[in-house]
């Protein structure tokens, strides 16, 4: 049963709900069709976290004006359930078993509204599937294996939390070029290949290339400076 459902505010909170991936799951074939309609139609904000047997593999019957979506702490290995969602703006999809393949990266490609977007503690290798999400404002990649961010595409973006991955280089040279209007980078705990400046400034070059950057978090004072 759900948690709390509040229609005046179109939100169900199904979270922790012991929910199996068919329990959700709602067939285009109409032969096919479950017997129950979707219970998730009607709501525009929608909780499905710590439900372990999710896997975000199937359509579960969102609404096609779904605004924020919490699929954290399932088992999600596939995003065919966001497929479709163009008025989507917030989802988190943390703490699952994310590989980001071509099928994902097509079905990121029709979240055109999506501002926010958490996909950390996953096992992402790069952002190339996040390309196609030009309208981030704050994304949210820490706790993955990736090495290097210089191919996303997000020319809004304004707050980057890329902490506990294994980045390998100089900064600046692992930032896109297109990131104008980033104003905060977090990079705590980014392992010991990773050439930062020191705690004291932000050196005048990043600057440049950067102009809004006003936050470098997670920068000790014994890094290597620039």
């Known amino acids: 049963k759900p948690k709390a459902i509040t229609p005046e505010m179109n939100t169900i909170d199904l979270s922790a709900a012991e929910l199996k991936e068919y329990d959700l799951a709602v067939f285009e074939d109409e032969e096919n069709l479950l017997p129950h309609q979707s219970i998730l139609h009607p709501y525009q904000n929608v909780n499905l976290s710590h439900n372990k047997g999710l896997f975000g593999a199937v359509n579960y019957g969102f609404s096609s004006l779904l605004k924020s979506l919490n699929l954290s702490h399932c088992h999600i290995s596939s995003l065919?359930?966001?497929?479709?969602?163009?008025h989507l703006e917030h989802l988190d999809v943390?703490?699952?078993?994310?590989?980001?393949?071509d099928g994902d990266s097509d079905s990121l490609g029709f979240l055109r509204n999506l501002t926010h977007l958490?996909?950390?503690?996953?096992?992402?290798?790069?952002?190339d599937a996040l390309r196609s999400i030009i309208g981030l404002i704050e994304l949210d990649i820490?706790?993955?294996?990736?090495?290097?961010i210089?191919?996303?595409d997000a020319p809004h973006?304004?707050?980057?939390?890329?902490?506990?991955?294994?980045?390998?280089?100089?900064?600046?040279?692992?930032?896109?070029s297109e990131l104008t209007t980033i104003s905060l980078i977090d990079l705590s705990d980014c392992g010991p290949h990773l050439v930062l400046p020191n705690d004291s400034a932000i050196?005048?070059?990043?600057k440049e290339k950067f102009p809004t950057i006003c936050q470098l978090e997670g920068i000790p004072p014994s890094t290597i400076a620039w």
């Open 80 to 86: 065919k359930c966001v497929m479709g969602l163009e």
């Open 94 to 101: 943390s703490y699952n078993q994310l590989k980001l393949t």
């Open 118 to 127: 958490n996909i950390s503690h996953n096992h992402l290798e790069g952002v």
């Open 142 to 148: 820490s706790d993955n294996q990736i090495q290097t």
């Open 150 to 152: 210089c191919t996303l």
């Open 157 to 176: 973006l304004r707050i980057l939390r890329v902490a506990r991955n294994p980045l390998n280089g100089r900064l600046w040279s692992l930032l896109p």
């Open 203 to 206: 050196p005048s070059e990043f």
